[in-house]
């Protein structure tokens, strides 16, 4: 199994935004499986959300269907023993990837960050969310969070690379793989497109792939990120691409975030980037937990956020596509995204309190601490 996946044609991607829209659409999918489901996903609590995922992986299995979940032990803190022992019951695959354990110590900070659902090897979702009630939710209401994010349908020959990223993991983890099938010569649509990854430090392919396009952009680049810690090379890339005329805008995660430490952290970055041109939006209406960037014409979604973090300990996994009528999409999302958004100009910049450069100067240094971890 490589840890590299090459381009493939013929393939169709849809964007879909929001937990109203991509939630319903992968239930079906699930209710429509006759052969096997692989889930990977980071968040998974119990509650509304979860219950209509159990009922439909329940339902799934009784019919013979496969059904292989795998959770992040951190990330699935909040899935009750109960609502694991309902699955199981029914005679679905749960395995917890890297369990936390005090004798790990730093071996605990490694999290399986991905968000992956394919149907029948056949059918697949990847992006950026959960399985939990955030998603649910189209505003903050009594004091959480509602979050706002992406997910893409995917079809074609690259869902048997997303196949062979789970299995990876999955037999590391003690789970039985169903028989993996070889990808038909059907072409749903006419994307290009590829699986890119993370895993630690050993492979940091979405990392890289993103500044390859950013450094070669001719006329934009414009991401969306919820936790702006970004790597030195992207800062780097970015800067260089304002400067040599290209439009960059960034759009972060605004007031309403489940970490406020990392958004003020992440302003000890917007001075170079607005001196060098940079375009910063911070998002207003709820959280901003979308990953996602647009350089020209190319489209990369999926779990990575850039940060330091996800970059160090992470396993991580986007999609990369080259098509028309998704790019389109993804442009329509992030225009209405920056609408959405306060802009922060580099006048009024300069003159935030003092106050606010305190608090910023002491997340900032308190994440440098922790980032150096190993």
């Known amino acids: 199994m490589t840890g590299r996946y090459r381009w493939s044609g013929g393939n169709q991607v ?12 992968m239930l079906q999918v699930i209710e429509e499986a006759r052969y096997s489901l692989l889930l990977e ?9 979860a219950d209509r995922f159990i009922s439909a992986l329940i339902s799934a299995a009784r ?8 959770i992040d032990d951190f990330g699935g803190r909040k899935f009750s023993l109960q609502d694991s022992a309902r699955l199981e019951q ?9 369990p936390i354990s005090l004798f790990k110590m730093a071996a605990n900070l490694a999290r399986d960050h991905r968000k992956l659902l394919i149907a029948d090897q056949q059918t697949g979702f990847i992006g950026g969310t959960g399985i939990s009630d955030e998603y649910l939710r189209a505003e903050p209401v009594s004091g959480t969070l509602a979050w706002h994010d992406i997910m893409l349908q995917v079809q074609g020959v690259v869902v048997a690379d997303m196949v062979q990223l789970f299995a990876k993991q999955w037999l590391k983890s003690g789970g039985v793989m169903p028989p993996i099938r070889l990808p038909g010569t059907a072409r749903p649509g006419e994307a290009l497109a590829r699986v890119t990854q993370v895993e630690g430090l050993k492979i940091q392919q979405i990392k890289r792939s993103f500044v390859h396009h950013m450094d070669r952009a001719e006329e934009r680049v414009w991401l969306a990120t919820a936790y702006f810690l970004p790597a030195f090379s992207v800062r780097r890339s970015l800067r260089r691409a304002a400067r040599r005329g290209v439009d960059v805008r960034l759009i972060v995660a605004g007031p309403d975030t489940d970490h406020p430490w990392v958004y003020h952290a992440s302003k000890r970055y917007y001075r170079r980037l607005l001196q060098s041109g940079v375009r910063i939006f911070e998002y207003q209406p709820s959280f901003l937990h ?3 960037g647009l350089c020209d014409n190319w489209v990369s979604a999926g779990s990575c956020n850039l940060d330091h973090w996800n970059l160090r300990w992470n396993l991580e996994a986007n999609l990369e596509v080259v098509e028309p009528k998704l790019t389109q999409a993804v ?4 225009i ?3 609408s959405r958004s306060h802009e922060i100009l580099y006048a009024q910049w300069r003159r935030r309190p003092w106050y606010q450069k305190f608090r910023e100067a002491c997340w900032s240094l308190i994440c440098q601490t922790l980032l150096k971890i190993r």
């Open 14 to 25: 849809e964007l879909l935004v929001e937990g109203a829209q991509f939630i319903p659409r």
């Open 41 to 49: 996903f980071y968040m998974v609590s119990s509650g509304e959300v």
């Open 63 to 70: 019919r013979g269907v496969k059904v292989c979940w795998l």
């Open 90 to 98: 029914a005679g679905v695959q749960v395995r917890r990837y890297n």
């Open 290 to 292: 979308a990953k996602l």
């Open 331 to 334: 442009e329509r999302l992030l």
């Open 336 to 338: 209405s995204d920056m």
